[in-house]
């Protein structure tokens, strides 16, 4: 993320059941989703996801939720180096933000990290959306 102007900024942050999707079972996708990636890889438009999508993949690998082809190194570091993907660390200003989320937001702090990422770094006048794979998106 660092550089970026906020002109550059990702105007879209992936859930990570949707980047998940994206990169080992599409078909999953729904046809918007699916649409929007596809036109964002085509502009060549990176989407961005949070820190801790890193984390929530490595527990789902580890408890045995997702299955991978490769190790999960491996695939840690392709999605690294992947051009599409900007990887937004969780800074002060996310973690505060999300905290802010009010009592009706989902409980689970991975969600509330990911939204606040979305607040706090993602888009600009145009769009400031998080594609959400598990439920819709929040109003953000």
Same mark, same amino acid.
């Given at each position: 993320?660092?550089?970026? #102007?906020?002109d550059e900024m990702p105007s879209v942050l992936l859930d990570t059941h949707i980047l998940v999707w994206w990169r080992v079972n599409p078909e999953r996708l729904s046809k918007p989703q699916a649409s929007l990636l596809l036109e964002m890889?085509?502009?060549?438009?990176?989407?961005?996801?949070s820190a801790i999508t890193l984390r929530e993949i490595s527990w789902m690998v580890a408890c045995g939720r997702l299955e991978l082809a490769i190790s999960l190194d491996a695939w840690m570091d392709e999605?690294?180096?992947? &051009?599409?993907?900007?990887?937004?660390p969780i800074t002060p200003k996310v973690a505060a933000e999300s905290v802010r989320l009010g009592v009706n937001f989902p409980r689970d702090p991975a969600d509330q990290i990911i +939204? %606040? #990422? %979305?607040?706090?770094? +993602?888009?600009? *006048?145009r769009t400031n *959306? +998080?594609? %959400?794979?598990?439920?819709?998106? &929040?109003?953000?």
């Amino acid at each position: 993320m660092l550089g970026r #102007t906020a002109d550059e900024m990702p105007s879209v942050l992936l859930d990570t059941h949707i980047l998940v999707w994206w990169r080992v079972n599409p078909e999953r996708l729904s046809k918007p989703q699916a649409s929007l990636l596809l036109e964002m890889e085509k502009r060549r438009e990176p989407a961005a996801i949070s820190a801790i999508t890193l984390r929530e993949i490595s527990w789902m690998v580890a408890c045995g939720r997702l299955e991978l082809a490769i190790s999960l190194d491996a695939w840690m570091d392709e999605i690294e180096s992947n &051009p599409f993907l900007t990887i937004i660390p969780i800074t002060p200003k996310v973690a505060a933000e999300s905290v802010r989320l009010g009592v009706n937001f989902p409980r689970d702090p991975a969600d509330q990290i990911i +939204v %606040a #990422t %979305a607040r706090c770094h +993602v888009g600009n *006048a145009r769009t400031n *959306a +998080v594609m %959400a794979g598990r439920r819709p998106a &929040p109003r953000i």
